[in-house]
């Protein structure tokens, strides 16, 4: 270059010239700043200049073109992308297109792959499609100066298929075309994972949308291809020289997953390759995937507005009616209609496509459960026979078969490995983050109670994930094959056991010795909600051990719940276990939640725990619920297990005893008092006691 | 998920254009002519008005026309032009309106604050509403 031969001219050894050939060279400099970024650079003949350019390296230089076009969102930019667009198409027609080297080997190439069938050999006879294809195209196209002049709006998004084929057909074609395995090995390591999926999305949507159909003929330079990808193909592979495919995959701008806000787009690509079944539900009538609901006003009131208008005009015919409201319409409001119908069809195909699903519930929890109540209720409404059925139709929503594909990283032609590009499809670790364990002693008390709840934190949640595995079974049960439902049970039932050793604190083969594990999480408000839901899958045993170890601490835990008062949510789950519950197990219970001694001989001098419970709403109301557990059974029983019948008259005597001593101001409201705790304490007392019993608890309420 | 905008999607083709109102994420409610949509839920909204409610009253900020990401819109719905006259709401003028979210505004900082007060007693704080949506 020229500035380089200059600065070996005057080598800088030589100090007398240094400074003249500094000089020199500051001159130069000025001279060469001028060529590059000033008036010297600006050559006024660019358009010529362009053209030539654009003739020796056709497609290459659209490329780089669009390259800074395409970065930017494609909806802003889609001025840009007119303008170079029919820039480009008025440099690349060709009178004769057969001649079009480019696109005569595409066609050639094609053929040994397709199938049968009407609408691909009509596409696949070459030339007489491209020539339907190219004239309303190019007339409309060619026509208009872009965009700062402000075309109407029905120019501005020209039909891009002409006018002889529906957008519906060209879906069809794009679709079928794309069955089996469409891509000749030779220019499938051209498109990437990305490309393809922007370019099928594109198709995807019944539709390429005006910015992706300028983007992607970027690539081309023709956007007759543009519309069948295979033919893209073709005509790719063929130009795919290892420099200019650098290029051109700079074409398409770098967002792996083009708009991110649908996340079905990669799967959808990818589906509709491999998934031989078409999708009927893309090309329906325009209103059929409105909301049954949304669908009937909108009748209503296209009706509504039907008759106005024709009274309006008096005519007698739908159509001139129809077309006279046009017109007032477009007279009331010039702006109206802004976004023709295929734009509004394209928006809410694309609504559609994000709404295919291959799990709804797990994509969709709240929607899917809300409508299974809102059935429910009218089911149950409709069982009593009343008025008549109302409509519930619901949308029905396409669903997907779920299908798996690998991701592929990109790839540049002609490079040595591959790109680690982190993507929501492959995430990719960004920082080295090292868990550093503290020594022992740096830990002080707070850190050491700190980390403790921390730990149970942790417990709590990975119990609730299991939680909600094991109380989803059912739902999975119905929907599994035959074959797999025992693994299914098995799998719950290890889940079950994992619960429970993770509320009781695994030790590893030995009795648990302490509660303390339990009694953390029974601490924390969501531990409390979680044992009241896991109780219930729980064997008796295990059911009943909670039960204990609640009752055993129960002072302490009513103490931490006082902010929280979450423990009455266990009341019911607690009652359900109790009925399952033999008495002699009833009576232990009694016996930890009274924290009475085990003989009758040590008078205990004041039973705080028993004051505690009884002081607490869900004490109080469990120890009724055991007091009555313990007389129902003991009213069936026959009698049979004497032992436990006298521990239990001991306690309950020992029991009634502290309750008198109790006073009554200090007694909490229970949630509900059995009824049957008169007749259980009328065995132990005496008709006085009976009578303040009666008063304290309140037993008596309203009717006896 | 994004049922609200098919009917206005295909309303937008009825001869009397329908009045639409938006709830962006700030709060803002925004009524106007919908004129364009697209996939990501991004407005066009023609003689747009902003209306600032407190209370039962409301004021209308005339804006012109309003480009909203899509981001930013929470919902969007059509007005039933019958019925918008039919409602219990007084309409203010702007100067009142403004004046009257202040107030608003102020009161429900300083509730903010003692809130944040008690809770620091005690020993939870809630995270700055920075990054929440919160209005």
């Given at each position: 270059?020229?500035?380089?031969?200059?600065?070996?001219?005057?080598?800088?050894?030589?100090?007398?010239?240094?400074?003249?050939?500094?000089?020199?060279?500051?001159?130069?400099?000025?001279?060469?700043n001028?060529?590059?970024?000033?008036?010297?650079?600006?050559?006024d003949?660019?358009?010529?200049?362009h053209?030539?350019?654009?003739?020796?390296?056709?497609?290459?230089?659209?490329?780089?073109?669009?390259?800074?076009?395409a970065?930017?969102?494609?909806?802003?930019?889609?001025?840009?992308h007119?303008?170079?667009?029919?820039e480009?198409?008025?440099?690349?027609?060709?009178?004769?297109e057969?001649?079009?080297?480019?696109?005569?080997?595409?066609?050639?190439?094609?053929?040994?792959?397709?199938?049968?069938?009407?609408?691909?050999?009509?596409?696949?006879?070459?030339?007489?499609?491209?020539?339907?294809?190219?004239?309303?195209?190019?007339?409309?196209?060619?026509?208009?100066?872009?965009?700062?002049?402000?075309?109407?709006?029905?120019?501005?998004?020209?039909?891009?298929?002409?006018?002889?084929?529906?957008?519906?057909?060209?879906?069809?074609?794009?679709?079928?075309?794309?069955?089996?395995?469409?891509?000749?090995?030779?220019?499938?390591?051209?498109?990437?994972?990305?490309?393809?999926?922007q370019?099928?999305?594109?198709?995807?949507?019944?539709?390429?949308?005006?910015?992706?159909?300028?983007?992607?003929s970027?690539?081309?330079g023709?956007?007759?291809?543009?519309?069948?990808?295979?033919?893209?193909?073709g005509?790719?592979?063929?130009?795919?020289?290892?420099?200019?495919?650098?290029?051109?995959?700079?074409?398409?701008?770098?967002?792996p997953a083009?708009?991110?806000?649908?996340?079905?787009?990669?799967?959808?690509?990818?589906?509709?390759?491999?998934?031989?079944?078409?999708?009927?539900?893309?090309?329906?009538?325009?209103?059929?995937?409105?909301?049954?609901?949304?669908?009937?006003?909108?009748?209503?009131?296209?009706?509504?507005?039907?008759?106005?208008?024709?009274?309006?005009?008096?005519?007698?015919?739908d159509?001139?009616?129809?077309?006279?409201?046009?017109?007032?319409q477009?007279?009331?409001?010039?702006?109206?209609?802004?976004?023709?119908?295929?734009?509004?069809?394209?928006?809410s195909?694309?609504?559609?496509?994000?709404?295919?699903?291959?799990?709804?519930?797990?994509?969709?929890?709240?929607?899917?459960?809300?409508?299974q109540?809102?059935?429910?209720?009218?089911?149950?409404?409709?069982m009593?026979g009343?008025?008549p059925?109302?409509?519930?139709?619901?949308?029905?929503t396409?669903?997907?078969?779920?299908?798996?594909?690998?991701?592929?990283?990109?790839?540049?032609?002609?490079?040595?490995?591959?790109?680690?590009?982190?993507?929501?499809?492959?995430?990719?670790?960004?920082?080295?983050?090292?868990?550093?364990?503290?020594?022992?002693?740096?830990?002080?008390?707070?850190?050491?109670?700190?980390?403790?709840?921390?730990?149970?934190?942790?417990?709590?949640?990975?119990?609730?994930?299991?939680?909600?595995?094991?109380?989803?079974?059912?739902?999975?049960?119905?929907?599994?094959?035959?074959?797999?439902?025992?693994?299914?049970?098995?799998?719950?039932?290890?889940?079950?056991?994992?619960?429970?050793?993770?509320?009781?604190?695994?030790?590893?083969?030995?009795?648990?010795?302490?509660?303390?594990?339990?009694?953390?999480?029974?601490?924390?408000?969501?531990?409390?909600?979680?044992?009241?839901?896991?109780?219930?899958?729980?064997?008796?045993?295990?059911?009943?051990?909670?039960?204990?170890a609640?009752?055993?601490?129960?002072?302490?835990?009513?103490?931490?719940?006082?902010?929280?008062?979450?423990?009455?949510?266990?009341?019911?789950?607690?009652?359900?276990?109790?009925?399952?519950?033999?008495?002699?197990?009833?009576?232990?219970?009694?016996?930890?939640?009274?924290?009475?001694?085990?003989?009758?001989?040590?008078?205990?001098?004041a039973?705080?725990?028993?004051?505690?419970?009884?002081?607490?709403?869900f004490?109080?109301?469990?120890?009724?619920?055991?007091?009555?557990?313990?007389?129902?059974?003991q009213?069936?029983?026959?009698?049979?297990?004497?032992?436990?019948?006298?521990?239990?008259?001991?306690?309950?005597?020992?029991?009634?005893r502290?309750?008198l001593?109790?006073?009554e101001?200090?007694l909490?409201k229970?949630?509900?008092?059995?009824?049957?705790?008169?007749?259980?304490?009328?065995?132990?007392?005496?008709?006085?006691?009976?009578?303040?019993?009666?008063?304290?608890?309140?037993?008596?309420?309203?009717?006896? | 998920?994004?049922?609200?905008?098919?009917?206005?999607?295909?309303?937008?083709?009825t001869?009397?254009?329908?009045?639409?109102?938006?709830?962006?994420?700030?709060?803002r409610?925004?009524?106007?002519?919908?004129?364009?949509?697209?996939?990501?839920?991004n407005l066009?909204?023609?003689?747009?008005?902003?209306?600032?409610?407190?209370?039962?009253k409301?004021?209308?900020?005339?804006?012109?026309?309003?480009?909203?990401?899509?981001?930013?819109?929470?919902?969007?719905?059509?007005?039933?032009?019958?019925?918008?006259?039919?409602?219990?709401?007084?309409?203010?003028?702007?100067?009142?309106?403004?004046?009257?979210?202040?107030?608003?505004?102020?009161?429900?900082q300083e509730?903010?604050?003692?809130?944040?007060?008690?809770?620091?007693?005690?020993g939870?704080?809630?995270?700055?509403?920075?990054?929440?949506?919160?209005?």
């Amino acid at each position: 270059m020229f500035r380089n031969q200059s600065l070996e001219d005057c080598p800088l050894d030589e100090d007398e010239d240094a400074f003249q050939t500094l000089g020199e060279e500051d001159e130069d400099i000025n001279q060469f700043n001028d060529d590059t970024f000033g008036a010297g650079a600006i050559d006024d003949d660019w358009q010529e200049a362009h053209e030539r350019l654009a003739e020796l390296e056709d497609k290459p230089a659209t490329a780089r073109e669009l390259e800074d076009g395409a970065v930017s969102d494609e909806m802003e930019l889609l001025g840009h992308h007119e303008e170079n667009l029919a820039e480009r198409l008025s440099k690349l027609v060709i009178e004769n297109e057969l001649e079009d080297p480019a696109i005569m080997q595409a066609v050639q190439t094609q053929p040994p792959m397709q199938q049968s069938g009407g609408l691909n050999s009509s596409i696949w006879d070459g030339s007489a499609v491209l020539r339907r294809f190219r004239g309303p195209l190019l007339t409309q196209i060619l026509c208009p100066k872009p965009v700062h002049i402000r075309a109407p709006m029905q120019q501005r998004y020209p039909s891009p298929y002409g006018e002889r084929m529906s957008p519906n057909q060209l879906c069809n074609v794009s679709n079928s075309s794309l069955l089996g395995h469409p891509f000749p090995p030779s220019v499938t390591p051209v498109f990437t994972h990305l490309q393809r999926a922007q370019l099928l999305g594109g198709a995807q949507a019944g539709r390429m949308s005006p910015s992706q159909f300028a983007r992607v003929s970027g690539l081309v330079g023709s956007p007759l291809t543009s519309m069948n990808p295979k033919l893209l193909q073709g005509r790719v592979g063929q130009m795919m020289a290892p420099a200019s495919g650098f290029r051109a995959f700079f074409g398409a701008p770098p967002p792996p997953a083009p708009p991110s806000s649908q996340q079905q787009h990669p799967p959808c690509p990818g589906s509709h390759l491999q998934n031989l079944r078409p999708h009927p539900q893309m090309f329906r009538p325009d209103t059929t995937h409105l909301h049954p609901q949304h669908r009937r006003l909108l009748h209503q009131r296209q009706q509504q507005n039907r008759n106005q208008h024709r009274s309006l005009n008096g005519s007698a015919g739908d159509r001139a009616g129809h077309r006279s409201s046009h017109q007032e319409q477009l007279r009331k409001d010039p702006y109206a209609n802004l976004m023709l119908q295929r734009e509004k069809d394209w928006v809410s195909k694309i609504q559609m496509m994000q709404l295919q699903s291959t799990d709804p519930y797990l994509d969709d929890f709240y929607y899917q459960n809300y409508f299974q109540k809102l059935e429910k209720v009218s089911a149950a409404e409709e069982m009593h026979g009343d008025g008549p059925k109302k409509e519930r139709t619901k949308l029905i929503t396409p669903q997907v078969a779920k299908l798996e594909h690998a991701y592929k990283p990109v790839q540049f032609e002609g490079s040595l490995g591959k790109l680690t590009v982190s993507s929501v499809n492959n995430p990719r670790k960004m920082i080295d983050a090292v868990v550093t364990s503290r020594s022992e002693d740096d830990e002080t008390k707070e850190k050491q109670v700190r980390d403790k709840r921390r730990q149970t934190l942790v417990t709590i949640e990975k119990t609730y994930s299991l939680l909600l595995d094991v109380e989803d079974y059912e739902r999975r049960y119905l929907l599994s094959l035959e074959g797999e439902r025992p693994a299914l049970m098995e799998e719950r039932k290890q889940k079950i056991c994992d619960m429970y050793d993770n509320l009781r604190g695994k030790t590893p083969g030995q009795e648990r010795p302490s509660d303390d594990h339990f009694v953390q999480i029974m601490c924390i408000r969501k531990g409390k909600r979680m044992v009241a839901r896991i109780l219930p899958f729980l064997s008796t045993e295990q059911a009943a051990d909670i039960l204990m170890a609640t009752a055993r601490n129960l002072p302490f835990l009513i103490k931490k719940d006082a902010q929280d008062e979450v423990l009455l949510c266990l009341l019911r789950p607690f009652s359900l276990v109790l009925y399952h519950l033999p008495l002699g197990t009833v009576t232990s219970l009694l016996q930890q939640l009274a924290n009475l001694p085990q003989s009758a001989t040590v008078p205990a001098p004041a039973n705080l725990h028993l004051t505690a419970v009884l002081q607490n709403k869900f004490g109080l109301s469990l120890l009724y619920l055991v007091l009555s557990r313990g007389e129902e059974l003991q009213n069936s029983s026959a009698a049979m297990e004497l032992m436990q019948d006298n521990q239990w008259t001991e306690l309950m005597s020992m029991a009634t005893r502290e309750l008198l001593r109790i006073p009554e101001a200090a007694l909490a409201k229970p949630v509900s008092t059995p009824s049957n705790l008169l007749s259980l304490f009328s065995r132990y007392v005496d008709q006085q006691k009976l009578n303040v019993l009666e008063t304290k608890l309140q037993l008596v309420q309203g009717i006896r | 998920q994004c049922f609200i905008f098919s009917i206005t999607v295909n309303a937008n083709l009825t001869s009397l254009p329908e009045k639409h109102l938006v709830l962006l994420r700030d709060g803002r409610t925004l009524i106007g002519y919908l004129r364009s949509i697209d996939q990501f839920a991004n407005l066009v909204l023609h003689q747009t008005v902003e209306r600032i409610h407190v209370g039962k009253k409301y004021g209308d900020i005339p804006r012109g026309i309003f480009v909203v990401r899509g981001e930013n819109v929470v919902l969007l719905g059509e007005i039933d032009l019958e019925k918008e006259s039919d409602t219990p709401l007084q309409q203010v003028s702007i100067e009142e309106i403004l004046e009257e979210q202040r107030v608003e505004q102020q009161a429900k900082q300083e509730s903010e604050k003692l809130k944040v007060q008690a809770l620091k007693e005690r020993g939870l704080s809630i995270p700055r509403a920075d990054t929440l949506d919160e209005y």
